[in-house]
């Protein structure tokens, strides 16, 4: 390691010195993840879109991956944490277009920008494997696995109504398309359908469109979220919602083949999708989507169908509302035999179902508006029950009930009813899915090129592996899509016949570029595949993930995908990419989320990058928001000051004493330097006892990401050494112990300062690759030994406060005796409808104590779910014993600790857990 001066000065200014350790940890390859690790361990933060800057949600993010990742590597995993670069998108576009330069070129500054903010941050990543998806080495794989998707049916080129952006003047898939409340001109609440990056009120067109077809994988994906134990519960609820699940019943209807109004096109039944099977009876109408195949072979024939779905599909979402046209066609009911109108409704949507419902006015709310429009036949077939009413024909009684008018279902409840309905040769049980295939076709420039050709007589055809990549092209600015307006990228020849073809123009989604870029990361130099699959396959799955909530049903539904796909087409074993994911919550500034537009940022280095790491890490949990203030970042720079100043004071010491004592100055130690007796005091033993304690509490809070918890320890730790130090002049051994550990627990978290304190004690090698602090005794009751100490400590405070006593001589702490310890644990561990006292009496040591043990157990037996956990008697014991000097310290008395005995006046009030407490 490059050697340097350390400064003994007692204040700790990390701009001097992250400079030094950033040289010194790539030097020593601190970050570089070894080709053929023993115990992987892959710890990733959702990489950040180039957007030129990095923000404090940034922050947020990457400390919690970094501390995470320091910690395990420090624990002895081979930890893989990378970076890369989210680089294509229409923003890019947009911010090139504004400042009068190239997409690519503005990219590329702004990943040297963010890079370099990154580094300073004191971030440590592998950037040996650093990728960015604009380059053409990386999206040449997208492209790559865009044709064998192809191949092995999961894309579809259809046209289709799509969302439309006006102002991004793009498409959206509908993951992309959100509900936005706006204050109406008449100051009511309205609802528009906005798009996800500019919130500009989304359109709909007509489009030939390139899908992946992810419904294939609904079910899959669906069933798998109950094994993602370690994403946080809304995530998944989430994608639950988001795919659909939807458990019903699939119903027959006979298209009548010719009526006085129409005759029927030769087609198939009409098949319905329902969750309300009980209410069947009151279906009067049948309603098709715009997009059903049954409404184009009307349209062919009828005018007036033709008419309205053109105008149905041109229209805007919501624009056509309850709007709908008779078709003259009717259908047959399969259970009542009754004839039905079937119209072309506006709200049935093409891909719901079956894109056709049967119409219940009485029990569906959006079927009642209809009938009302249509002027259509309200039948009620459920009556309500309980305190339920209903309001038909009014408004519709959408609750289960009892069956009425349904014929020899009439009594039955809706469950039973539907039960016996599903065995009706027109009815088949089914399940459908809300979840729609992907689109991913993008009318913009900075994206991946979608490798597809168009041949008038080949129709669409894949471009050619050996052809691949299909690079962009020069930008030149236009208005639409630049790619189109660029004849020799579309001019082309087709790869099947020869004959003259046109380039596909559209580019991908660029949630493609990261559905898949955490596999690039495990073999980013390997040219004749994607990723090396017995890498992927030795490192996967991700084992902890870290990023916002927001894309619960965007990039982390997507990486589901892909994963399961890229195992179907053999590349992979695992199907699900992430073991644990980790939700960063929001940092907030005057109640409002940090942002540049609302004047609210704070740039991540105004404060320094250690103080600001440390402030995001311990003022929350990471899956909570919360608010910026500069008092709490004082806090933070205050509490390293803390650390710095006592491993200095200590160092300063011990150098100071070795001096004097060699020159053969001084024999006895002055205050604030080092006791070097052999033989350690209770006192003593009681820190390192809480060393050990220290240690196993830190070590659970950073396996569970609660980094806020592991500063709060490390800041009750640091108080018991400064509390230590001035009750006695500390014992050498101990001392130096507690520091080099509390070094080591703060080392993932503020790395900088963890280096420096690791220096200033002579430690040799880094911190950042040292071995985590083990306990040196069991630590398996640690919480229990905390509790017992902080409990007593209160009760002695409460019993001088209410008796008054300002100055004790003697605080006298007894433990109880051992039966009852035996009687606690049995009533303890005794089963829910156990009768306690009897099976605590039962116990010979237990009742040999008569009366007395006849109490305890009663009051066992009243308290018996309030019950804790327990330490044997001489264990609580010896945990008082060393604790002693807390209370000496506070209360300034002797403190003595000893058991109960048969014959003492204490001994009934003494408990486990809880001693009895003579205060003198």
């Not at 690079?471 to 579309?490: H, R």
């Not at 420096?756 to 911190?767: K, N, Q, S």
Request: hydrophobic fraction near 35%.
């Amino acid at each position: 390691m490059t050697e340097r001066r350390i400064s003994m000065a007692r204040r700790y200014n990390p701009s001097q010195v992250t400079e030094y350790w950033q040289h010194v940890w790539a030097e020593n390859g601190v970050y570089d993840c070894p080709e053929s690790p023993e115990n992987p361990t892959y710890v990733l933060g959702m990489f950040p879109y180039t957007s030129g800057a990095l923000h404090m949600g940034h922050v947020r993010n990457y400390a919690i991956t970094d501390a995470y990742a320091r910690y395990r590597r420090m624990c002895g995993d081979d930890v893989l944490h990378p970076m890369g670069w989210d680089a294509f998108g229409l923003p890019a576009e947009n911010a090139a277009f504004e400042r009068d330069t190239d997409p690519e070129s503005w990219t590329r500054t702004c990943i040297e920008r963010m890079r370099d903010e990154l580094e300073r941050m004191g971030f440590g990543y592998d950037w040996s494997r650093e990728i960015t998806t604009c380059d053409p080495e990386y999206y040449r794989w997208n492209q790559w696995l865009f044709t064998q998707f192809y191949d092995e049916g999961l894309v579809d080129y259809r046209g289709a109504a799509a969302n439309w952006c006006p102002d991004c003047e793009t498409v959206l898939a509908d993951a992309q398309v959100y509900d936005h409340e706006f204050e109406g001109e008449d100051g009511t609440t309205e609802t528009a359908e906005v798009c996800w990056r500019c919130e500009t009120p989304v359109g709909r067109r007509e489009l030939d469109q390139w899908f992946l077809s992810i419904t294939d994988y609904a079910a899959e994906l669906h069933a798998g979220l109950d094994d993602l134990e370690g994403w946080p519960e809304g995530v998944r609820d989430i994608q639950r919602n988001w795919i659909g699940r939807q458990e019903g019943a699939r119903v027959t209807f006979e298209v009548e083949a010719e009526t006085a109004d129409a005759a029927a096109p030769d087609s198939d039944p009409v098949d319905v999708f329902t969750t309300r099977l009980d209410t069947l009876f009151g279906a009067t109408y049948l309603a098709l989507s715009p997009g059903h195949d049954l409404a184009a072979e009307i349209a062919t024939e009828n005018p007036e169908v033709a008419e309205y779905v053109d105008g149905v599909r041109a229209a805007d979402p919501g624009e056509s509302g309850m709007t709908g046209v008779d078709t003259g066609l009717t259908a047959t009911h399969p259970l009542t035999g009754e004839t039905v109108p079937i119209y072309v409704a506006a709200y049935v949507l093409d891909d719901v179902g079956t894109g056709a419902v049967m119409g219940v006015p009485a029990h569906n709310e959006r079927d009642h508006t209809f009938a009302a429009a249509q002027d259509l036949p309200v039948r009620q077939v459920i009556e309500p029950v309980g305190d339920a009413t209903a309001d038909l024909p009014d408004e519709p009684h959408t609750e289960d009930g009892i069956l009425t008018a349904s014929g020899e279902y009439d009594g039955l409840s809706s469950a039973a009813a539907r039960e016996q309905l599903r065995g009706h040769d027109a009815v088949e049980s089914d399940v459908t899915y809300r979840l729609r295939d992907w689109l991913i076709s993008r009318q913009r420039y900075w994206g991946t090129p979608i490798p597809t050709v168009h041949c008038g007589d080949c129709g669409p055809v894949p471009v050619p592996e050996d052809e691949l990549p299909v690079e962009l092209p020069e930008y030149v600015q236009t208005t639409g899509n630049p790619l189109a307006e660029n004849d020799e990228f579309v001019e082309t020849t087709c790869p099947e016949c020869g004959g003259p073809a046109e380039r596909e123009t559209d580019t991908m989604d660029t949630f493609v570029d990261s559905s898949w870029y955490f596999l690039r990361y495990l073999s980013p130099d390997v040219e004749g595949a994607p990723f090396d699959t017995e890498v992927a396959d030795e490192w996967l799955p991700v084992d902890a993930y870290v990023g916002g909530e927001e894309h619960a049903i965007l990039h982390l539904l997507y990486i589901r995908f892909f994963t399961r796909a890229l195992a179907d087409l053999g590349l992979l074993d695992t199907r699900e990419p992430v073991e644990q994911l980790v939700n960063q919550g929001t940092v907030l500034k005057n109640g409002r989320k940090m942002s540049k537009s609302k004047g609210n940022a704070i740039a991540p280095h105004e404060y320094g990058a250690e103080t600001t790491r440390l402030f995001v890490l311990s003022a929350a949990h990471p899956r909570q928001d919360f608010e910026w203030t500069v008092k709490n970042v004082k806090t933070a720079y205050e509490f390293q000051q803390e650390l710095y100043g006592m491993v200095a004071e200590f160092t300063e010491s011990v150098a100071r004493s070795a001096t004097e004592r060699s020159s053969g100055e001084g024999t006895e130690p002055r205050d604030g330097e080092i006791d070097t007796r052999t033989e350690s005091q209770p006192h003593d033993a009681y820190l390192e006892r809480e060393i050990d304690r220290t240690i196993a509490a830190v070590t659970t809070e950073y396996d569970r990401f609660r980094f806020h918890q592991v500063v709060g320890e490390l800041r009750r730790f640091a108080s018991l050494l400064r509390r230590y130090r001035d009750y006695e002049s500390p014992y050498k051994y101990a001392y130096s112990r507690a520091l080099r550990t509390l070094t080591a627990l703060v080392a993932p978290i503020a790395p900088y300062l963890g280096e420096e304190l690791w220096h200033l004690l002579g430690e040799a090698g880094l911190v950042a690759t040292a071995d985590w602090p083990t306990a040196l005794h069991d630590v398996d009751a640690f919480r229990i030994e905390r509790e017992l100490v902080r409990t007593t400590l209160d009760d002695v405070r409460d019993i001088t406060e209410v008796v008054d006593i300002d100055d004790p001589e003697k605080i006298e702490i007894v433990v109880a005796q051992d039966w009852k310890y035996r009687a606690y644990d049995i009533a303890r561990t005794a089963a829910d409808d156990t009768a306690v006292v009897g099976q605590v009496m039962d116990d010979e040591r237990v009742r040999n104590h008569g009366e007395a043990a006849v109490d305890f157990a009663a009051s066992l037996g009243d308290r018996r779910a309030e019950l804790e956990p327990t330490m044997a008697p001489d264990r609580e014991r010896e945990v008082l014993t060393q604790a002693a000097w807390l209370f000496e310290d506070e209360f300034g008395a002797v403190a003595t600790v000893r058991q109960a005995e048969d014959e003492d006046d204490l001994a009934a009030k003494a408990e486990p857990n809880r001693p009895a407490i003579h205060i003198h």
